[in-house]
C-alpha cells in the first residue's frame, strides 16, 4: 500500500510566506499565503513537517529568490484531470524570464491532441488551478493582447516574479480587471 501522507511546511519569501505540501511521490502544492485557492488540495490530515522532498522545493525556491534560474525541479506530484495535467506539462516548458499567451498553449494542446481547435478559457482554467505554483510557472502566461491576466497570488507577486526573472515587461499592461486566475 502507498504512503498517501501529506507532508507541509512554511517557506519565508521576498514576496510572503509560502505553504509547500508534498506526498512521498513529490511536491503537490505551493501556495503564497491567502492566496486565491489556497491549499484548496490540501487532504485533512497534513502533518506539519519537513520532508525530504520539502528540503528539495525550499532549496529550488532559495535559488529561484536570489535571482537565478534552478538547475532543476523538485519531484512534482500535481493532482488534477488529464487535460489540466498536459496543460501543466506544457507551462514547465516555458523558459525562465519568457512568456507565452493562453491562445499559444490551447494551439500546442490541439496539434498534441490532433485536434483541430482547443479553447484559450479552457487553458486559463486548467492554468488557474494550477496548485504548484512558481515551480510550475503559470505566472508566465499572458493575455495575447499583452494583459498580466489574473494571478491567484496577486497581480502584484505575478508582476515580482517576472521583474525577478528578469522579463522585459515594455509591452505588459495590468487589465482594469482581470481575466484568468493562475
Not at 525550499?58 to 500535481?78: M, Q, V
Not at 484531470?81 to 496543460?87: E, I, L, N
Not at 490541439?110 to 494550477?130: D, I, L, P, R, T
Not at 495575447?144 to 491567484?152: F, K, R, V
Request: hydrophobic content about 40%; some cysteine; proline content about 4%.
Amino acid at each position: 500500500m502507498k504512503d498517501k501522507t501529506v507532508y507541509t511546511c512554511t517557506y519565508k519569501s521576498k514576496l510572503g510566506d509560502i505553504l509547500l505540501a508534498a506526498d512521498a511521490i513529490g511536491l503537490t502544492g505551493l501556495w503564497f499565503e491567502g492566496q486565491k485557492y489556497f491549499a484548496n488540495t490540501l487532504p485533512d490530515g497534513a502533518i506539519s513537517q519537513e520532508s525530504l522532498i520539502l528540503t528539495e522545493a525550499k532549496r529550488w525556491l532559495d535559488i529561484y529568490f536570489s535571482g537565478k534560474e534552478p538547475d532543476f525541479i523538485p519531484p512534482l506530484h500535481p493532482t488534477g484531470s488529464a487535460f489540466r495535467q498536459a496543460v501543466w506539462k506544457i507551462l514547465l516548458q516555458i523558459p525562465y524570464g519568457q512568456t507565452t499567451t493562453y491562445g499559444e498553449i490551447a494551439k500546442k494542446l490541439a496539434k498534441m491532441q490532433n485536434a483541430s481547435h482547443m479553447s484559450a478559457q479552457a487553458v486559463g482554467g486548467a492554468v488557474g488551478h494550477n496548485a504548484i505554483s512558481i515551480i510550475i510557472p503559470c505566472h508566465r502566461v499572458v493575455g495575447s493582447n499583452g494583459s498580466l491576466t489574473g494571478y491567484a497570488g496577486g497581480m502584484d507577486k505575478k508582476v515580482a516574479l517576472l521583474k525577478l526573472e528578469h522579463t522585459d515587461m515594455s509591452h505588459f499592461f495590468i487589465p482594469k480587471k482581470g481575466t484568468a486566475v493562475c
